[in-house]
T-cell receptor
């Protein structure tokens, strides 16, 4: 089955700097790659997603890139703000079954 | 819409007791998922349903775990008997249908087994 690896597990960046989170997946048939943000005491919430026919997608300060050949994808957050502090999960799917990475706890330092 | 509703939000129980977690998906959503979240293992998919039918339960840890979806607006996850290693946050999520992307999560049920 699909296996998703996510790095780093913890990331601290200065407010205003960029943050990058990287994931790899194992199943070359996976074709959908969402990213979720989880705030304290809440369930994860979708922030951006990308499908395998696209190499990059951007939404304001967040962007995702996908390299199908290498089977890895990344989340980029620019101009980080305090409200970006949260746990971020990448995921991979080839149908209904969405498999998550273990998460990255992002700290934005003042 | 109220979103996915889970109950209870918190449960503390003793080892050996039966635990039942409940979920009401978003109205009109045809797929429902149960995930378990722990620090060590992250978000693990336990089981999911399409149109009330269990499709894949390969993530259910063992026979002590069972899940049902008797109708489109209700699902349960039962642990009997519970063990301390079952302590985790259990999330229910729903989505519109097959291959439609976004999962909508509930706020989770935090289970502590003493």
């Amino acid at each position: 089955g699909e296996n998703v690896e996510q790095h780093p597990s913890t990331l601290s960046v200065q407010e205003g700097d960029s943050a990058v989170i990287k994931c790899t997946y194992s199943d070359s048939a996976s074709n959908y790659f969402p990213w979720y943000k989880q705030e304290l005491g809440k369930g994860p919430q979708l922030i951006i997603d990308i499908r395998s026919n696209v190499g990059e997608k951007k939404d304001q300060r967040i962007a995702v890139t996908l390299n199908k050949t290498a089977k890895h994808f990344s989340l980029h957050i620019t101009e980080t703000q305090p409200e970006d502090s949260a746990v971020y999960f990448c995921a991979a799917s080839k149908g209904d079954k969405i498999i998550f990475g273990k998460g990255t706890r992002l700290h934005i330092l003042p | 819409d109220a979103g996915v509703i889970q109950s209870p939000r918190h449960e503390v129980t003793e080892m050996g007791q039966e635990v039942t977690l409940r979920c009401k998906p978003i109205s009109g959503h045809n797929s429902l998922f149960w995930y378990r979240q722990t620090m060590m293992r992250g978000l693990e998919l336990l089981i999911y349903f399409n149109n009330n039918v269990p499709i894949d339960d390969s993530g259910m840890p063992e026979d002590r775990f069972s899940a049902k979806m008797p109708n489109a607006s209700f699902s349960t996850l039962k642990i009997q008997p519970s063990e301390p290693r079952d302590s985790a946050v259990y999330f229910c999520a729903s989505t519109l249908g097959q291959n439609t992307g976004e999962l909508f999560f509930g706020e989770g049920s935090r289970l502590t087994v003493l």
